[in-house]
């Protein structure tokens, strides 16, 4: 008796459900009679593998004996199917790209079964972090697949993958990985902790985890390193340090990370560590170069013209001789021009971009010297600053470089070097203060780390590098190191 | 109390320490310690040098007896807690005094040297949120800035070297031509460019096993006495002694004979390099006077810096022209004079009778 109000409910319910899913335009219906009674099928069209659908459950449904639905998912080729007679949750796994089979007159009655449209990019080779040598594969969107890629790299059961859900409507995976022994647990405890507070509606990016879990989210610096390779990802595993996994986003973050890891690129460590270091100074040479070259410009030429000897000072005037602005205007004007060129570039598609940086450049700068509104050496100064903040390995911190310059260059031409030695000083204090997931972001230099030095602002050859950074606090200190025997003839 | 992520390594003490000595006095302490000694004067440095050594021994003495070892237990547990707070409030008005002077004397270098006609305000107004901004948050922020305070001008080390190309040996011989009196009495000129250690005794609980760090101590204050020690010898070399009296800034000038393809005028660039040795004596004082301030009377820190660093403002827009900084600098040195030999010492004494009194008596 019990049994059976209880089946009348079931089946007021589910025509109650088809009626409601019936207003839906992408849902389809099939109904077929069976000896046990009418069996219905449902879906959502654009949420499902049509193909799976008709190659696997069809035929299945109509050739096989089942008295109930319990036989039927031992004949599905599918995990993760579901009984229920849940009505109410139904639609909800409609949109989740299952299918629904149900059966009326036997409990469970509902039969759920996923069929998830696998559409994702390909592996395909690294374009921001390109290297000529070396792996050239770079993630995709999908979570799986890089999880997959770093496996490859790293097949050990250590590996440690926390997964957590993050987004309040997105609910987006995201996959905290280390390896146990080796990472520290503060700093994975850390990462996990932070992103479980994060509170927000929607995770498109890495970068949004990036955003939220800064531990100072009002600087400019970024302090979580991001990379698209898989390749790097697993060689800085090995060092303790942090991955962080994002479903939907091709980059993947690194925690805690040092100011001077955002200058390394991941191609120093494919080259002999005497090339490698050269490259890697010549890097950090041009950032001071970039962020300092037309402050100095303007502190110079605005306060102290007497520090520069009479030889130059004579190709400096010659140049200057026909521009009507002072030296702050002429400077704001054309990093104005090259920021702009920069973030037109930018924003149009790759082949349009290139021709309006070759027009944009050539013709303007040409034309802006020519009719004398800034001067020639301050054209060469501005475009060598810009290059060299393209030398950048990460994105996220050339743009950093490019903004700082701004308030240097609009302080020295009030106070000139004095200035530029405050805002220095200035950014100095910052980063000192700054952390990344709580270690310090100035390491090495300050917590002064003599040990770390081996891969900081020059790359030591393998042999040398036999300790972890101490930056992470590593559980595992010591590491083996290339090779015992070649220990003192040091690398190729 | 302290939390172990704030407390920085034993090694730090050597650059805290430095840092603090090493500072505006670089410039010009030259033609000033001759006053007694003439071209002997650099042999008076390095006795300076030792005597302030003894004044450190004497410091670490004091704080390693005492758990939360700083000036304000010493002198709470020395004098009790009215006595003890007063003489901890003087200390605190001491490095307050002790920031003014230095920050003063680089404002008047930088209207002597580069712009005459600086708005001491409007530039204060540049500098005071850099100092509250270091000030404010961790210690570890004091001592990076005491660090790098120390490794990066240490370039303009190599810069001194120039001039040793002009040197005339003659201007320093013959060695050891003066009284050891009158070397004292120059070593006591040179004792005050030595002074900003006393900084030590408010940090030194920040300092992971604090006991052991002495010798670190002792290294800062032996690099500081190389340094000006060289210095001096350098200037003594390169200048004679009358020419010391008529300049001011023999380290400037001894700078401005410098000169590369691409730079005249070094000591444009040395002043600029020299914020950097300025900075961490500034943030260190001010640091120091806010931390005594805090823990004497229980107030909040980012309140007690707001408002030692108005005060510092104030002040320091107040005094003007070389009459004005010339009594900054001569008051600061005497009260520091007194206050490390005299006082420090005296206070050695009480401090060991008290301890051993109570020692009996428990």
Known sequence: ??????????????????????????????????????????????????????????????????????????????????????????????????????????????????????????????EVEFSVVGPKEAFVEDIDTNLNLVRKRLAIPELNVKKLRVGTITKTDVAVVSIAGIADEDNVKTAVQRIKDVDIDQVVDSSFIQQTIADNKNSPFPQLLDTERPDRIASILVEGKVAIFVNGSPHVLLGPTTLIEFFSAFEDYFLNWLTASSFRLIRLIAVFFSILITPLYVAVLTHHFEIVPQTMLTTLVNSRMQVPFPPIIEALVLEFAIELLREAGARLPTKIGQTIGIVGGIVIGTAAVEAGITSNVLLILVALAALGSFTTPVYKMSNTIRLIRFPLIIVASVYGLIGLAISIAYIMVHLLRLTSLGRPFFAPIFPFRFADFKDALIRLPFSMQNKRPFQVRPSKVKRPVANENDKLRDSR | MISLDDKVSGLMVLF???????????????????????????????????????????????????????????????????????????????????????????????????????????????????????????????????????????????????????????????????????????????????????????FYPFIREAGKSQKYAHYGNLYTTLVYTAVCLISYLYYNQSELDSVIWASLGLWKIIEMPFLERFEYFGIATLFFMILPNVVLYMWAATRTVTRTFGFDHKKVALVLLGILFITSAIFTGREGVNLLNDSASRIGLVFLFIYIPVLFVINFICRKVRKNVS
């Open chain 1, 1 to 126: 008796m019990n049994k059976k109000t209880s089946q009348k409910k079931i089946q007021r319910d589910f025509e109650k459900l088809l009626r409601e899913l019936k207003q839906k335009d992408a849902f389809i219906h099939y109904q077929r009679e069976h000896e046990t009674g009418p069996i219905h099928l449902g879906y959502l069209k654009t949420a499902i593998d049509t193909d799976k659908l008709e190659k696997y459950i069809m035929p299945r449904l109509q050739e096989y004996m089942y008295q109930n639905l319990n036989e039927l998912k031992d004949h599905i080729p599918f995990t993760k199917t579901e009984l229920t007679d849940d009505a109410d949750q139904i639609p909800d796994k409609l949109v989740k790209s299952f299918v629904f089979i149900y059966m009326a007159n036997v409990s469970p009655s509902y039969l759920l079964i996923p069929l998830p449209l696998d559409e994702k990019r390909q592996v395909s080779v690294p």
């Open chain 2, 16 to 202: 805290l320490i430095s840092a603090s000595q090493l500072g505006v006095g670089v410039l010009g302490f030259q033609s000033i310690i001759n006053k007694y000694a003439g071209h002997d004067a650099w042999i008076s440095v390095m006795i300076a040098g030792i005597a302030v050594s003894g004044v450190i021994w004497l410091m670490y003495q004091m704080l390693k007896n005492d758990e939360k070892g700083d000036i304000v237990a010493i002198h709470e547990f020395t004098y009790g807690k009215w006595l003890g707070n007063f003489l901890t409030t003087l200390f605190a008005i001491y490095l307050l005094l002790m920031a003014i002077v230095v920050l003063r004397t680089y404002i008047e270098i930088i209207q002597v040297w580069i712009f005459p006609h600086l708005k001491v305000w409007a530039f204060l107004l540049l500098l005071i949120p850099l100092f509250y901004y270091t000030i404010s948050d961790q210690f570890r922020t004091v001592v990076g800035v005491c660090f790098l305070g120390v490794v990066y001008p240490a370039i303009l080390n190599l810069a001194l070297f120039f001039s040793v190309q002009y040197a005339d040996i003659d201007n320093i011989l013959p060695i050891l031509d003066h009284t050891i009196t009158e070397l004292l009495q120059s070593s006591s000129l040179a004792v005050l460019d030595f002074m900003g250690f006393s900084a030590l005794l408010v």
